[in-house]
């Protein structure tokens, strides 16, 4: 019993020593700050985002950190914008900064965001993240941010389109519904009236995103998308199927053609 205290105290030890050493050595890392027109990427959030107008020409202020012992060159700023896992805003500008070991450094990028005018519109969980030569990540930062683009931009457009054609299935669901013309199967009930509980999730979360109230991030977009899926499968799958008078009509309808058919 003595020996399997001893043992697990030395595991536990260890873990302890493994996991400050690792904690130690991912805080003296590499690391910046960036503000973009003196807008700090780090304290933005849904209802302070950082505003990306693509009508004009922006700054980006980056305060590079290197206490690291040898120099570090930083090639390249990525930044990336998502939405549904998917990425709609890509924005790469070339720096070729070299901070020297132990030194801190800054650097006034300017740059355009013209491109994102005719693209996206509205907020954005994205990230910025600095490259080297050999393409490795140095540093990563997670931001939320506002493109002022064009109302009828590509998202704005898709979002029209998606829009009317899950009002236009809703619609037809309906009138199948109230005529008694859905599927006789159930699960192919909750399939096709789930399809369109999944547009209504993605119109509602794109919405939200172009009326600027929830940047699409995981945890709002998947459970935003998930309920009324689920729900609309629910509804599909208790729905009435055909009557079976109407099922009668149709055997018979089918007997009495396959019989002139043979006279």
């Known amino acids: 019993m003595k020996r399997l205290l001893t043992l697990i105290a030395l595991v536990g030890a260890s873990l302890l020593v493994t996991s400050q050493s690792a904690a130690g050595g991912a805080g003296g890392g590499f690391s910046f ?104 990540n140095l540093a990563t930062q997670d931001f939320t941010m506002d493109v002022r683009g064009k109302a009828f931009s590509l998202m704005g457009t898709f979002t029209t389109v998606v829009a009317i054609a899950t009002g236009l299935s809703i619609l037809t669901i309906w009138l199948s519904v109230v005529r008694r013309r859905l599927p006789p199967s159930r699960w192919r009930r909750a399939l096709r009236i789930g399809i369109t509980g999944a547009g209504v999730g993605v119109v509602l979360t794109l919405l939200l995103a172009e009326l600027r109230l929830v940047a699409p991030s995981g945890s709002v977009w998947i459970p935003v998308v998930l309920v009324p899926t689920l729900a609309a499968c629910a509804v599909g799958y208790i729905s009435p199927g055909p009557l079976a008078i109407e099922e009668e009509h149709e055997v018979e309808d089918w007997m009495r053609a396959t019989a002139v058919s043979q006279s």
């Open 33 to 136: 700050t960036a503000s973009l027109d003196d807008q700090r990427l780090d304290l933005s959030t849904s209802s302070d985002p950082v505003l990306i107008d693509p009508g004009r020409e922006s700054t980006l202020t980056l305060e590079l950190r290197n206490p690291t012992d040898s120099a570090v060159v930083v090639r390249q700023v990525q930044l990336r914008g998502k939405a549904f896992g998917v990425t709609l805003v890509s924005y790469d500008v070339l720096i070729q900064a070299r901070v020297p070991a132990g030194r801190d450094l800054t650097v006034d990028v300017p740059v355009d965001f013209g491109d994102l005018d005719d693209q996206v519109t509205g907020l954005f969980p994205a990230s910025m993240a600095l490259v080297d030569p050999d393409r490795e």
